[in-house]
Every structure is written in C-alpha cells, then in structure tokens.
C-alpha cells in the first residue's frame, strides 16, 4: 500500500488495552551510557575552548613580542646610526686633540728652550768679567785646536795662543800669570814641532798631475837629438844644388826613423801606444789616491801613493826628459816633506784656564 492512499476505516474498534513499554536491552545501556558522553562532550568542549583561548593568548603575546622586536630592531638601527655619527665626532675630536698636543708640543718645546737662553743669559750675567774672558778664550783655543786638526796646519793654534795671551795681558789679573805661562810653553812646544805643510803639498800634488799628460814615454819616437841640431846650425848657410837638399831631407828623415838608445827597464819598450793613456790615468789616480789620504791625516799612505807614482814614472816615461826629471825631484821632496807628526796638544793651558775658572 502506497503512501497515497487513505487508510481503510474500521468500525467500532474494539478498545485496546494499553501495554506497558517493555523496556530493551539496547536502550538501557544507551540511558546509561548518556550522561558519561555528555560529560566527555562537555568536558571536550572546555578542552578546546580553553585550547583556542590559549592559542589567542598565544597569538597575542607573539604579537607583542614581534611588535617588541620591532621597535628594539629600530631602536637598535638608531642607536647603530648615533653611534657611527658619535665615532665619527669622537674621531674629529680625537684629530683636533692631537692637532692640539702637537702645536702644544710645539710651543712648550720653544718655551723650554726660551727658559735654557734665559738661564744660560743669567749665568752669563752672573759671570764677572773675568770669567767671561776665560770662558771665551777657552772656546777659542779649543776651536783652533780642532781647525789645526783638520788643516794640518799650525797657524790657527799659534794665532789663537797668541790672542789669549794679550787678552790677558790687558787684564793684568795676577792670578792669571799661570795661566800666560802655560800658553808661552804650548808657543814654545807647537813652534819646535815639524808639522808637514799640507796646503803646499796639495798645491804641488795637483800641479804634478796637470804635467802628466806633457810627460814624454820611454819608447816615444822623438825628435832629432840637440846635438845633431847644434850640428845643424853651425854648419855655414851656402847655396847648394836641389839635389842636395833632397838628399839631405831624405838622409833625415832616414836618421829620425832610427834611434839608438839604452833602456834598461824591457817593461818600458813592450808598452804598447794604446796603453800609454791607462799609464798616465793610473799614475793621476796614484796622485789623487795620496791626496786623498792626506786630506784624511793618513800620511803613511800618502807616502806611499807618492813612493809607487814616483816608481812609475822612472820606470815608464824618459829619464832623459826635463820634465820627468821635474816632476821625479818634486815627488821626492814632497815624500821628506810627509811625515807623520801629530799636532802638539795644548792640554797644559786648558788646564791651566780650567784651574783659574774654577777658583774665581
């Protein structure tokens, strides 16, 4: 029968006696089972309500804290810019402090040596005449000493020893007479010394090396001798026929291309004409060698550059020569003239001038 359709209708129905609901076996534990669901559901519920409230709190404190980052990630990229600007103030101000010291350096450095003159005015001042006299005849003697020293020479020592010795002279201070006699024994003592004469020597030295290239060889082609020449010319002048004249042209050229002569030294006659200019350049290098060291106060060398340069010169250039016979004496004097004396110290009146310094 389909849904559509009415239902049949009974008639007088007989009344039914309602049964009491027979209770199930499944619908009992259903009723008894109920309220522990409902318990877990309920208990579930606040589970996750108490779940998503956490998360909100949750996402809320992870809200604060990244807005927290946030400001201190720019309160940190602020503090970073101050700092790069307050370095760079610091490093400004560290170049004007070092400006600063340095001109402060400066200025106390002039001023400690305005206070050295200072002080050494006022001793200058406190000095008595007396004490400056000495003072300064003791600067000059010794600035003397160390000109004669490096010239070799004693005429400033002399010069300056004679100028303390009239300065005190005109004081007429009888405590000072020590101190003259002192200065006349370092006279006596620097004039009896045999001191070489170097600016000569020098002079002589350069002058021989300027002669060097004028110097003739030993195995040099000359010209005819002065004999032959004196022969020449005392024969009388006369007219002679042109061959005559061409043969005594021929007969001296002949004559001019041989020489006889002695050498006694083989060494001489196997120089060959392309070392004639290494031969004299040696020998100038010899000569400047000596006067080198005699500027250098080594006068063992010097006479020793001289003896070898004077060895070279009669091995290798004619002894016959006038000019090598020159230059030969002029090397040996200038060997006696070396030698190795030392300049006389004038310690005595130093000392003598140091004594009447110190008794004042």
Do not use: C, H
Request: hydrophobic content about 45%.
């Amino acid at each position: 029968m389909s849904a559509a359709e009415p239902a049949p209708e009974i008639d007088n129905p007989a009344p039914v006696t309602p049964l009491a609901p027979q209770p199930l076996q499944g619908q009992d534990s259903s009723q008894r089972r109920s309220p522990i669901s409902r318990f877990a559901f309920a208990l579930l519920l606040v589970l996750t309500l108490a779940a998503l409230g956490a998360s909100v709190l949750l996402w809320q404190k992870l809200s604060g804290i990244q807005e927290q980052l946030a400001r201190q990630s720019a309160d940190a990229g602020s503090n970073a810019v101050e700092a790069r600007a307050m370095a760079r103030q610091a490093q400004d101000l560290a170049r004007d402090v070092a400006g600063r010291q340095a001109i402060t350096d400066t200025r106390l450095s002039e001023v400690a040596l305005q206070r050295t003159q200072l002080e050494e005015l006022m001793q200058s001042l406190s000095r008595s005449r007396d004490e400056n006299m000495l003072v300064d005849i003791d600067a000059g003697l010794r600035l003397a000493q160390q000109q004669a020293q490096l010239t070799l020479s004693a005429e400033p020592l002399l010069s300056a020893l004679r100028t303390a010795d009239q300065r005190l002279s005109r004081a007429g201070e009888p405590r000072l007479v020590r101190v003259r006699s002192a200065i006349a024994r370092d006279i006596e003592r620097v004039k009896s010394a045999a001191i070489t004469d170097a600016p000569g020597v020098l002079l002589r030295l350069d002058e021989v090396a300027r002669q060097v290239d004028d110097l003739t060889l030993a195995n040099a082609v000359g010209p005819a001798s002065p004999a032959s020449a004196r022969r020449a010319d005392t024969v009388p002048a006369r007219p002679q026929p042109w061959w005559r004249k061409w043969l005594a042209s021929v007969q001296e050229e002949a004559r001019s291309l041989v020489r006889v002569s002695r050498i006694d030294q083989p060494e001489a006659v196997l120089l060959a004409p392309d070392q004639a200019f290494f031969l004299r350049e040696n020998l100038k290098l010899r000569l400047m060698n000596a006067r080198l060291a005699l500027l250098a106060r080594q006068t063992d060398a010097a006479r020793a550059d001289l003896a070898t340069a004077a060895a070279a010169l009669t091995r290798y250039f004619d002894p016959g020569s006038r000019r090598t016979q020159t230059l030969a004496t002029s090397l040996q004097q200038m060997q006696l003239q070396l030698r190795s004396v030392d300049l006389p110290r004038i310690d005595e009146t130093l000392a003598a001038l140091a004594a009447a310094g110190a008794s004042r």
